[in-house]
């Protein structure tokens, strides 16, 4: 079960969300992640699984120099 950090309801709702968040100087976005809506407060609680992988992707080397060379 699901609670709800802002206010303790546990009316949370699976959803899938739009992610947006600053990366350094670039904007990142997410179409498809999935959260926790609080049916209550509207508080979205953003899966820990996918925020792990999400870091992951985020960390992980720079792309291939062939990107960077054609930029
Ligand atoms: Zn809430």
Same mark, same amino acid.
């Given at each position: 079960?699901? $609670?709800?950090? $802002?206010?303790? %309801?546990?009316?949370? *709702? *699976?959803? $899938?969300?739009?992610?947006?968040? &600053?990366?350094? !100087?670039?904007? =990142? /976005?997410? +179409?498809?992640?999935?959260? =926790?809506?609080?049916?209550?407060?509207? +508080?979205? /609680?953003? !899966?820990?699984?996918?925020? +792990? *992988? =999400?870091?992951?992707? =985020? &960390?992980?080397?720079?792309? %291939?120099?062939?990107?960077?060379?054609?930029?």
């Amino acid at each position: 079960m699901y $609670i709800c950090p $802002i206010c303790n %309801s546990t009316h949370l *709702k *699976k959803r $899938i969300m739009k992610y947006v968040e &600053w990366y350094g !100087d670039e904007l =990142l /976005v997410i +179409e498809r992640m999935p959260a =926790l809506v609080c049916d209550t407060c509207g +508080e979205r /609680v953003y !899966d820990q699984h996918a925020m +792990e *992988k =999400l870091q992951r992707l =985020l &960390w992980a080397p720079p792309p %291939s120099p062939a990107r960077v060379a054609a930029k």
